[in-house]
């Protein structure tokens, strides 16, 4: 598994999808006025952040708790980013009158919008693979900037892609994290036939 710093960063501002959101959190949002709605789009993405970060620095420790190998762990990860990159593909529509009847804090935007399953299990997969959680950290940093900027400008990107100019860019980025999941999935069961049966199986 490529580990470099590009490699992980753009794997992971794909996996966050926030081009892929902005439907979404216009959708939910919309009962509040336009400050408002960025104060909570940056308040939530801020709490996405320090959680992202928490399973960067912890989340290899909570792997040995549970005794989970880093073969195993590819190949789940590989399995729930193909589920998600089936999902970005192939998008679920939104109902037109679909909002939070409240401000909301932590879910639904936080958590699993953004710091959701595939996130969180691809920035403890690096974390685990590179043994450099701050290595790991600095590229969720780079991914989450941009991402948190998409957001705040949702209203006026989405004006000017429009529904299918976002639903092109949530397609394109589904596709490259199919290509991600099945590159993880494949290295976990070569890895895992290494560890278990004992075949060398040379893995570049």
């Known amino acids: ?27 939910l949002l919309r009962k509040f006025d336009h400050k408002r709605q960025l104060q909570i789009i940056f308040r939530e993405l801020m709490i996405a952040l320090g959680i992202l970060i928490v399973f960067t620095f912890f989340g290899d420790w909570i792997l040995k708790m549970l005794g989970i ?11 729930l980013l193909f589920l998600i990159s089936l999902g970005m593909i192939f998008p679920k529509p939104i109902e ?12 639904p935007l936080a958590i699993p ?8 299990s691809i920035v403890m997969m690096y974390s685990h693979s590179t043994n450099n ?14 991402s948190l ?23 394109l980025g589904g596709m490259l994290i199919c290509l991600i999941s099945i590159s993880l999935f494949t290295r976990g069961v070569l890895e895992l036939v290494n560890d278990y049966f004992k075949i060398q199986v040379i893995l570049k």
């Open 133 to 146: 959680p701050l290595f790991v950290s600095s590229a969720v940093l780079t991914a989450w900037i941009p």
């Open 149 to 171: 900027l998409i957001l705040l400008l949702g209203s006026y990107i989405k004006k000017l892609l429009g529904e299918k100019g976002l639903t092109a860019i949530e397609k």
């Open 113 to 120: 919008l953004i710091a959701g399953p595939g996130s969180i």
């Open 1 to 27: 598994m490529d580990t470099s710093f590009l490699n992980i960063s753009t794997s992971l501002f794909f996996v966050l999808n926030a081009a892929g959101q902005i439907p979404i959190f216009l959708a």
């Open 96 to 107: 037109p009158n679909e909002q939070l009847s409240q401000e909301p804090l932590i879910i």
């Open 69 to 79: 190998s880093r073969p195993i762990l590819s190949i789940a990860g590989g399995i």
